[in-house]
């Protein structure tokens, strides 16, 4: 039951980099509302901002063996999302498998799980989002899966999906929607432009999103 | 029932300055140990430091739509406290409230919930402390209330009452109780600089607060 | 029942000093990977990294009055540990006792509880790992001890124990195996370089730790 | 700053009977879905339903004096509803003090921190509503207050307030409002009657409640 | 983007049924301990046991119209299956919908949010496993979809899916794997009837799964 | 680093039996407020009252080879005792197990950990204390160790230590105390035979204890 699948399709990289402009929150509200990872994975330092293919790893709890196979499976431009198969957070990565990482040329990890060494990763500009930060270390004795479907902090992502990742948290975009989304968020950033500088002005959203008549008829009250 | 509140009271400006001074810490000591809201409240990025007096929100969960009602009842310098009326963490607020805030004068966002596009409020200078960062976004479906008295994060916030917030979490002032309380925090401040030094030249708090005797008494063993 | 045990054992300061060179993810991987502190213990600022001998507190939920108590037991290079003798969020410690402290060469510490005036405490360099950030007051009206046994975040802590801390967080390692446990960490870290250059020049980990054979045994399937 | 408040208005025993009879879900929505407090509240032991006026204590953490200040508070038919000054878990109440309450005709015991001694309390009947069950003993060092206003678990009680609790949780009617609140409640019950024997019948939410034209207005599509 | 998805594909009922026997803990390992529920889903009572066909449910937070869209889907013999579409414990579910429900042949209902009325579903023997109970109310305002795939409490679930829940938990059987998963199953509990026996006899696991060799060449000492 | 201690010192039997009588709450004040396993550990079914002595495991998380190395070491009357290397909420821990371990005469279980097949252990009158109820399966990859001094939910347990679990949680009696704490807890309980009397009787706790006089002198003002 345990595999590795090493032929995936991936996103376009022209548009995975329109993404990556887009951000995590225009992102998903472009697609629907969805996609969003839960919101205790964080960034282990501000500013980062990123959109990745991904490759997917399945990982048994306390156990990191499957990120050195994983690892092999990167194409450049790639990032890894590792989900355990039950709730763990053991310190699977550090700053040497970091440097594997990038020699493979991985853009980052997002991890349910925790993560380690994180000066090092900090200094090296790894970026990582993950669950914790926790030293603890892990075994190489039970086997997972590489680029399989998992659920990973509460959304479910396929190998090949496009990761949208910056200080607001993560956002997955499905493989085959990556260039519609990537069009609606670009649509919705020009809109909000506009809107940006009406607000700047002092004008009220009351008036520019014409709200006070549905508010009214809702029945509120200005006392 | 669903109501907004037009003319509240506030503090005078000079002493909300005064409490902005003071800080959290020592305003919470000053009126008795009181006022704190939960430690899970945590700013989006280190040392900001303000006093402000308050604009209430009691808003559904998941959604914003009082906020837009709120920020026209702002005057310049309040800050804006919003509770949920059931638990979320959704992001309510991002960059384009925030810019309609600013440009009324709003110093910040105090949010029992989530709150999102953090690298641009962070840019912008604009300061919340949240219980989340969370890029879920919200709906503008159902009514709530602007300046009626709320519970946020633990603690009583009535519209006019005085948020002192920075790197420590978010105490609340009563409105009537705020000259008495940046008093009572100036003395403490006062107090503290000379302990300070005594203690900085390696005087012992046990000498400094005459603790010898009262720790015998209680029965403490040096062995 | 309430001691305060005033002679306690130290290790070498030049191997604690070593030790602090390794930093708390190797070092715990040295000692077998026992030792660390839960994952929520977390440090009020970045960067910081040391190895101290620890002067331990057990403290009655919400009364920090064995600090000033502890402050007076500590030798130039020392560390505080606290562990609540149950659960407990309160501001134990803010600059005040940090200014003391320090005036008797403490290096930092480490609470299983909150500490408050962190913006203080991060500009006077004074760095620490608690498990809340809380402005919440204390008293000072009941016993504990000073320099006993503790178990502080889920770690048995022993006074004269060293502890490690980091932005990985806390690990304590048992004073009688500092010396054997710097050694291995040292040995760890020698290792670790040539793997590193190894890993960045792209060699991937599969080969270097020779894993492929038993990935295959264990029935690893690449489709 | 510590009062006991000895003479506290009640709401007649009258409304606070048909309250019992309504239950925490319908008086919560018959009040405008509000007064619950959180619902980590849980009952001991299910199947305990009532309502009573409150005898409001604020405690500081791990110290119980206040529970036998406030005993003698009690008229009977109150219940004890408590609320430590920070976060608690502590054991605050056991056997004992449930057998001094019950002989003042306290009828239970909402607290926002730990309970102890649960088997003896449920075989003598004695409802309690808490945060947690934990042994840990308290001290009696600190004052606290009696009949003074308290947030507990997140809601504002006053004392002589009305608490409805039942194993759905607890929720807290304004004294000025019992009777108004009861009487809605009342009228829910009685179109809710009706309701269900349709609903049983095999008829649906969606005919009954004229649901579909909204829906298909609001965009549902059926495929 | 909302929709109800009204003809969906189910298993055989006699292979629900064989499902029911087996029980949480063997079906989940019985398919290669895949398809938990998290462990924070918990049933409202002890005793229930049953497998039945998904009817999923994604609804907004704090809103539980797609409850009553839901209900019209049900096939006699099925179980709700409802994911908020950010985490929320609102009271979604209580005793009017589990008449409604029930008039429809509805077995239950999984919920990764909350219950209220509890009491009333427990007498009319209507098991639910949520995440909490809690009696807060919800709006019906905003749509969500009925019969799409969701995450539920971190497992992906698409309609028709088999839902095994016990005392245990929540785990869900992917539908096109029911018929082998029930299999293997069977085939799990028949071997550990054997192993049952020999154990109560007092033989030793280590001797019936011949665990000494392995364990030494692991390197365990006996001292 | 892996080892089964298997000859352990244990309390006297009668000491063990006097100590259950007294139960948790008791025990834990007699031994000075200590000792006491986190809140969170809960059993799975309520009524269960026992002491006994140690046999501790020190396992990896999601890993229970252990357990089966374990079982050999138990003594008539014993009872298990684990804690994983890391946090883990896995279900270590079943029926089976429980048939095992029964035969070899082991009172229960107390596992910071997760335990599955909760209806089968409650039909045997199996008692487990748990910090989870958790169908996940586990491994028998990794070794750890047996009859060593571990921390459990946050105590340290030696083997041969007195556990005593009831439904306030679990208290751990050190082997060396433990008849004096037996003496102590007795002493404790026939103390509070005579104050449950007078208490039940109407008499205040403010009376007997005497508390009147230091309240005043605290500052307690009743108005």
Known sequence: MSVVVQNIERADQAVIDRLAVCGVATVHEAQGR????????????????????????????????????????????D????????????????????????????????????????ADLTEMKFPVWSKAVFAQGT?????????????????????????????????????????AVAAKAEARIAAEDDKRKRLAAGELGLDIYKMRERLAEKGLKYV
Chains 1, 2, 3, 4, 5, 6 share one sequence.
């Open 79 to 118: 990032i890894l999302v590792l989900a355990p198969t039950s709730p763990c957070e053991d310190g699977y990565f550090g700053d040497l498998l970091a440097t594997s990482a990038l020699a493979r040329g991985c853009k980052g990890l997002i991890i349910d799980a925790g993560v380690r060494d994180v």
């Open 139 to 179: 075994v190489k004795e039970t086997l997972g899966s590489v680029n399989v479907p998992i659920v990973c902090a509460g959304a479910l992502v396929n190998p090949g999906d496009v990761i949208i990742a910056d200080d607001d948290g993560v956002c997955v975009v499905v493989l085959g929607e990556a260039e």
């Open 34 to 77: 969805k996609g969003l990872l839960a919101s205790y994975m964080r960034p282990i330092y501000s500013g980062a901002r990123l959109a990745a293919s991904t490759v997917t790893i399945s990982a048994p709890p306390g156990d990191n063996w499957m990120l050195h196979v994983a690892i092999e499976q990167l194409s450049d431009g």
